[in-house]
């Protein structure tokens, strides 16, 4: 059930207490939250709740908002709740009408928060947010372009990135290891409903000294690695028998955390007595987490992290500075397949296609440049064939490609702050889709806190007689 509220956007006036405090209305909270368009988020937010009975659900500004400030100032979920009952601009964001010093909401409902706004719904909302806002303050000075002799206006930058989840790095011997106490955890719980004196013999103070004497090894050889292997792969097959033996009898596992995690351990199993009988080290959807089985290794050849274990993606940044998620994936896809799909977003929001479109090198296949052809787009990158003999055009074209290199440097620049500011640098939910509905308001948060500030109104509010002292005032700010 969902009760709604009232979608008129407050006054400073309204939100007041007695306490003396003054807020200042140039802080980048109470900016942000003036421009929000909060009635179009509820009007989407009300489709959650089709019934008109049971108890009445929170409030649409005070559910995103609270995620938005998760993400924005890298709290947990306890730490939100303490830091929105101690901060009056937390609490101006939320919604509510004056300062209290208790949290309208518990750290309990957060997760179910998340599981609620999944990917499209927060790329609905992020929508919603560019629709309204105005272009970025490195782009508000940018002279109007004309458009081109086809119609086509506008630049489009696509990039992609992996944000990686929160996981040990895998190893086969650790992961082996970890699925092993999985299960030895999954047979006490078996073990307790069973009036059975005795529990299975598994061996696992053996086991674990022989983990961790390789864990701490300096050195780790091929002939002992591989027999360890050895050794934990007939210990997961042991555990599962036991497991298997216990539910035959007609018991169950209460958990289902246990019961996830049971089907990773079969499906990690198989991969690895594969891989083992068949001495390889690749196989297809290779488990990297057991917790977190839809991970998967993303090779991204960087210097730093060539390998990176989490969501791949997708964003375009438009010529006033907006993000979008594009596409979102667990697999390792072939960036090039979304710039059709991309430019054809473009040409449904804007009702044209853009004039330039700045990809990398992996974008710049020959369909994608017969697609852009065809249409009149320019793509970034040196043209097929030689180069012009006329000096004059020659350097033109060169100009032009350095003008797109140093353009296309805004979705850099954007993964950089997206991954330091936003929560992007590193995913700490742990079901697939929490985890791309983080990503997505990464990119939502992102945006707020780059394109919201050019909402920016100078405010100076007095209190009107009768009210409480808690004003919001101008104040001097040399950051601003």
């Given at each position: 059930?969902?009760?709604?509220?009232?979608?008129?956007?407050?006054?400073?006036?309204?939100?007041?207490?007695?306490?003396?405090?003054?807020?200042n209305?140039?802080?980048?909270?109470?900016?942000?939250?003036?421009?929000?368009?909060?009635?179009?988020?509820?009007?989407?937010?009300?489709?959650?709740?089709?019934?008109?009975r049971?108890?009445?659900?929170?409030?649409?500004?005070?559910?995103?908002?609270?995620?938005?400030?998760?993400?924005?100032?890298?709290?947990?979920?306890?730490?939100?709740?303490?830091?929105?009952?101690?901060?009056?601009?937390?609490?101006?964001?939320?919604?509510?009408?004056?300062?209290?010093?208790?949290?309208?909401?518990?750290?309990?409902?957060?997760?179910?928060?998340?599981?609620?706004?999944?990917?499209?719904?927060?790329?609905?909302?992020?929508?919603?947010?560019?629709?309204?806002?105005?272009?970025?303050?490195?782009h508000?000075?940018?002279?109007?372009?004309?458009?081109?002799?086809?119609?086509?206006?506008?630049?489009?930058?696509?990039d992609?990135t992996?944000?990686?989840?929160?996981?040990?790095?895998?190893?086969?011997?650790?992961?082996?290891?970890?699925?092993?106490?999985?299960?030895?955890?999954?047979?006490?719980?078996?073990?307790?409903?069973?009036?059975?004196?005795?529990?299975?013999?598994?061996?696992?103070?053996?086991?674990?000294?022989?983990?961790?004497?390789?864990?701490?090894?300096?050195?780790?050889?091929?002939?002992?690695?591989?027999?360890?292997?050895?050794?934990?792969?007939?210990?997961?097959?042991?555990?599962?028998?036991?497991?298997?033996?216990?539910?035959?009898?007609?018991?169950?596992?209460?958990?289902?955390?246990?019961?996830?995690?049971?089907?990773?351990?079969?499906?990690?199993?198989?991969?690895?007595?594969?891989?083992?009988?068949?001495?390889?080290?690749?196989?297809?959807?290779?488990?990297?987490?057991i917790?977190?089985?839809?991970?998967?290794?993303i090779?991204?050849g960087?210097?730093?992290?060539?390998v990176?274990?989490?969501a791949?993606?997708?964003?375009?940044?438009?010529?006033n500075?907006?993000?979008?998620?594009?596409?979102?994936?667990?697999?390792?896809y072939?960036?090039?397949?979304?710039?059709?799909?991309?430019?054809?977003?473009?040409?449904?929001?804007?009702?044209?296609?853009?004039?330039?479109?700045?990809?990398?090198?992996?974008?710049?296949?020959?369909?994608?440049?017969?697609?852009?052809?065809?249409?009149?787009?320019?793509?970034?990158?040196?043209?097929?064939?030689?180069?012009?003999?006329?000096?004059?055009?020659?350097?033109?074209?060169?100009c032009?490609?350095?003008?797109?290199?140093?353009?296309?440097?805004?979705?850099?620049?954007?993964?950089?702050?997206?991954?330091?500011?936003?929560?992007?640098?590193?995913?700490?939910?742990?079901?697939?889709?929490?985890?791309?509905?983080?990503?997505?308001?990464?990119?939502?948060?992102?945006?707020?806190?780059?394109?919201?500030?050019?909402?920016?109104?100078?405010?100076?509010?007095?209190?009107?007689?009768?009210?409480?002292?808690?004003?919001?005032?101008?104040?001097?700010?040399?950051?601003?």
């Amino acid at each position: 059930m969902y009760k709604a509220e009232k979608s008129v956007q407050m006054t400073f006036e309204d939100f007041n207490q007695s306490c003396g405090m003054k807020l200042n209305v140039r802080d980048e909270w109470i900016v942000v939250a003036n421009s929000i368009d909060w009635a179009a988020v509820e009007a989407k937010y009300m489709e959650f709740f089709p019934s008109k009975r049971g108890r009445p659900a929170l409030g649409a500004r005070m559910a995103l908002g609270a995620l938005i400030i998760q993400h924005k100032a890298k709290l947990s979920d306890r730490n939100l709740v303490k830091e929105v009952a101690r901060n009056p601009y937390y609490q101006y964001f939320l919604g509510l009408e004056s300062f209290q010093t208790k949290c309208p909401f518990g750290h309990g409902v957060l997760p179910e928060l998340r599981k609620r706004f999944g990917m499209d719904f927060i790329s609905e909302i992020n929508e919603v947010v560019v629709a309204n806002a105005k272009p970025t303050p490195e782009h508000a000075d940018d002279r109007e372009e004309k458009p081109s002799a086809n119609g086509n206006l506008g630049t489009m930058i696509l990039d992609a990135t992996c944000s990686p989840s929160n996981i040990r790095f895998p190893q086969d011997f650790s992961l082996l290891n970890e699925a092993r106490e999985k299960l030895d955890g999954m047979i006490d719980k078996l073990h307790a409903m069973v009036e059975e004196p005795r529990r299975p013999r598994t061996y696992r103070k053996v086991l674990r000294k022989a983990y961790l004497s390789m864990a701490k090894a300096k050195k780790r050889p091929a002939k002992k690695m591989r027999s360890l292997v050895r050794v934990m792969l007939c210990a997961v097959k042991r555990n599962m028998a036991f497991v298997d033996a216990y539910l035959a009898k007609g018991l169950f596992l209460a958990d289902k955390r246990d019961v996830r995690n049971l089907d990773a351990i079969r499906k990690l199993y198989a991969q690895q007595k594969e891989m083992f009988d068949e001495k390889k080290h690749r196989v297809a959807d290779r488990i990297v987490s057991i917790t977190q089985p839809f991970v998967r290794l993303i090779v991204r050849g960087k210097a730093k992290t060539p390998v990176e274990f989490g969501a791949k993606y997708d964003v375009s940044v438009d010529e006033n500075g907006h993000a979008r998620l594009e596409k979102a994936s667990f697999d390792a896809y072939n960036e090039c397949t979304v710039l059709k799909d991309v430019v054809e977003r473009y040409k449904e929001r804007t009702g044209h296609y853009p004039r330039r479109v700045l990809v990398d090198q992996v974008y710049r296949t020959r369909e994608n440049r017969a697609y852009c052809e065809e249409r009149g787009i320019e793509m970034s990158g040196r043209k097929s064939g030689r180069p012009p003999e006329d000096g004059k055009k020659r350097r033109k074209a060169e100009c032009a490609e350095r003008r797109n290199d140093v353009d296309r440097i805004e979705v850099e620049r954007f993964f950089s702050r997206d991954k330091r500011c936003f929560g992007a640098g590193l995913v700490m939910t742990k079901l697939s889709y929490t985890t791309l509905g983080s990503i997505a308001l990464a990119v939502l948060v992102a945006n707020l806190f780059n394109a919201g500030l050019s909402f920016f109104v100078f405010y100076i509010v007095d209190a009107p007689e009768g009210c409480a002292s808690f004003d919001l005032v101008e104040v001097e700010d040399d950051a601003a």
